[in-house]
């Protein structure tokens, strides 16, 4: 795979806030997706770089699957985490949860997964570290990750 040291994923763990604006909504007073999508990339890349330690582009985004609508005035928390690495590649799992101004307690609105690839300097695909397994939930995603990687590339063979 790599001969870069490997890391764990809590090392990458990226966490953001932001406030719905009336710029974000739509005319329902609705977050519109594409702001959303927007964040998701954000956190996403921030996670990725922070894995790989280099500069990365989003090279898929799927399972993007909108929950529950986000309004204006609410309090959204989105965070990313590294579910597994591959040869060049990283697959980043990004959640947005609605933060309850009186309880604190959150709510998942939209969550997605995201794949990026890692630059070299001459902007060409480079080697990523694996990811180091600490605990049953690393694994599982690590393995997941690497099943949805597979059928990716599987569909893309048959097209």
Do not use: Y
Not at 6 to 16: A, I, K, N, Y
Not at 60 to 82: C, K, N, P, S, Y
Not at 105 to 115: F, G, I, N, P
């Amino acid at each position: 795979m790599s001969d870069l040291a490997p890391l764990p994923p809590r090392l990458s763990f990226t966490e953001m806030t932001e406030l719905v604006l009336p710029q974000h909504a739509n005319a329902l007073g609705t977050i519109f997706g594409g702001v959303v999508m927007s964040w998701i990339d954000v956190c996403a890349a921030i996670t990725a770089q922070r894995h790989t330690g280099r500069v990365v582009v989003t090279a898929l985004v799927d399972d993007l699957v909108f929950r529950t609508a986000l309004e204006v005035g609410d309090i959204v928390r989105i965070t990313g985490r590294v579910n597994g690495a591959f040869r060049t590649s990283v697959e980043i799992e990004v959640r947005v949860e609605r933060e309850h101004r009186k309880t604190r307690s959150r709510e998942l609105c939209v969550e997605a997964l995201a794949t990026f690839v890692a630059l070299d300097d001459a902007r060409k695909p480079t080697p990523v570290p694996p990811v180091l397994v600490e605990n049953d939930d690393d694994a599982r995603r690590q393995k997941h990750a690497a099943e949805r990687r597979a059928a990716r590339l599987e569909k893309k063979e048959a097209q």
